[in-house]
Structure formats: C-alpha cells, structure tokens
T-cell receptor, first 115, second 114 residues
Framework: KAGVTQTPRYLIKTRGQQVTLSCSPISGHRSVSWYQQTPGQGLQFLFEYFSETQRNKGNFPGRFSGRQFSNSRSEMNVSTLELGDSALYLC??????????????FGPGTRLTVL | KQEVTQIPAALSVPEGENLVLNCSFTDSAIYNLQWFRQDPGKGLTSLLLIQSSQREQTSGRLNASLDKSSGRSTLYIAASQPGDSATYLCAVNDRGSTLGRLYFGRGTQLTVWP
C-alpha cells in the first residue's frame, strides 16, 4: 500500500514569492495534518483537515493557509515568503476511526529554501 | 498547554548496548503516545503507539512504556546496531486538542558506532 506522498520534494524560492505544497494521504485516510520542522523550533503544528474542513490551526501567521479536497488530498500555501519560512514541511495522514489507536503516518516532506 | 521534553538530547553508544530514551509530558490527559524515528532530512517513521490505557508496547528490539499518571514514557532499544542511528521523537495526542494535532519533543539524536 502506497504511503503518504508529498510534492515537490525540494523547492527554492525567493523572498516575497508564494508557494503551494501538495500532500496525498494513504488511501482510505481522511485526516491530514501539516507540520513545519526547523532546527531552531523543532516540529510545529500548522493545520489539521478532516472531511474538507479545517479542524485545528497552529500559531502561524495568516500567510500560511491550506485546504483539503474531496479525495482527501491536501495543499498548503505560503504567501509573501520570508527567509524564516525555510524549513522541512511534513504532511501526516490518519484513518480517524478510533481516538486511542489513531496512528499518524508521515510523508517524506518538502524541503523549502527561501533565498 | 501540553509540553513534551526528551532526555538526553544526544546519545552515542557502541554497537550491542541496550539503551533507554526518555520522554516526559506535562498533561496526563492524552489519547495516546507515539514514538517516531527520523533519518536526516527525511520524514518520520512511526515505531510504536501506546494507548492511554496501556502500560507498554513491543516491536522487535523496541519496547516502549507509558506511565500516564507521572507523565513519562521510555523507549528501550535492545542490542543496538549502527542502523539504529537516527533521531527518535516522542509525541502525544492530547485530549484537550484535536486528534490530528501531535505535540512533539525535540528528539534524542542517537549514534551507534561499530
């Protein structure tokens, strides 16, 4: 069974540009979450989507947005890029069938570099 | 607000040693706790999930325990191998938040040398 896929794997942008990252969850998984990972801050939660609705949002500025489609695929967008947005962006999916056993499976990440 | 701490931040051991990684969390109202492994520049691989009602879980050479009342978990790795070298992350699923949000520690960077 295919795992979580993220595209693109690597991205180089300049300050002020915008970027869209894509995540395809494991087949049958309806929940998608996004995290930002940096050496300084570790893993920080961005958003969570379930059934095309944003269920939770982390403490990030409004430049960070996302959405989920009817096939559970998700995208996140960052507008007006800043140098500090350089990070590994990770997507995770889960079945959301049981609260106690809901394992999250992570994709390989998208490495974003802002110059 | 849930906070997760991992000790030590880094660990370097010779091959064959048994080792223990520690994780603590501040709020015991959790659904579950997960241990992940991350290789440099890669995504996270789920190792073990312990439900809040469980005390431990085992997978091969890995054993994870959970003491929810004291807010602690340990990951025991038996007979370590160079291929175990990676960063190990602990994460909790907090009952005060949504299921899709995990609270992560900063990780323990493990190096196993031959």
């Amino acid at each position: 069974k295919a795992g979580v896929t993220q595209t693109p794997r690597y991205l180089i942008k300049t300050r002020g540009q915008q970027v869209t990252l894509s995540c395809s969850p494991i087949s049958g998984h309806r929940s998608v979450s996004w995290y930002q990972q940096t050496p300084g801050q570790g893993l920080q939660f961005l958003f969570e989507y379930f059934s095309e609705t944003q269920r939770n949002k982390g403490n990030f500025p409004g430049r960070f947005s996302g959405r989920q489609f009817s096939n559970s695929r998700s995208e996140m967008n960052v507008s007006t890029l800043e140098l500090g947005d350089s990070a590994l962006y990770l997507c995770a999916s889960s079945k959301r069938t049981s609260s106690s056993t809901d394992t999250q499976y992570f994709g390989p990440g998208t490495r974003l570099t802002v110059l | 607000k849930q906070e997760v701490t991992q000790i030590p931040a880094a660990l370097s051991v010779p091959e064959g040693e048994n080792l223990v990684l520690n994780c603590s969390f501040t709020d015991s109202a959790i659904y579950n706790l997960q241990w992940f492994r991350q290789d440099p520049g890669k995504g996270l691989t789920s190792l073990l999930l312990i439900q809040s009602s469980q005390r431990e879980q085992t997978s091969g050479r890995l054993n994870a325990s959970l003491d929810k009342s004291s807010g602690r978990s340990t990951l025991y790795i038996a007979a370590s191998q160079p291929g175990d070298s990676a960063t190990y992350l602990c994460a909790v699923n907090d009952r005060g938040s949504t299921l899709g949000r995990l609270y992560f520690g900063r990780g323990t960077q493990l190096t196993v040398w031959p």
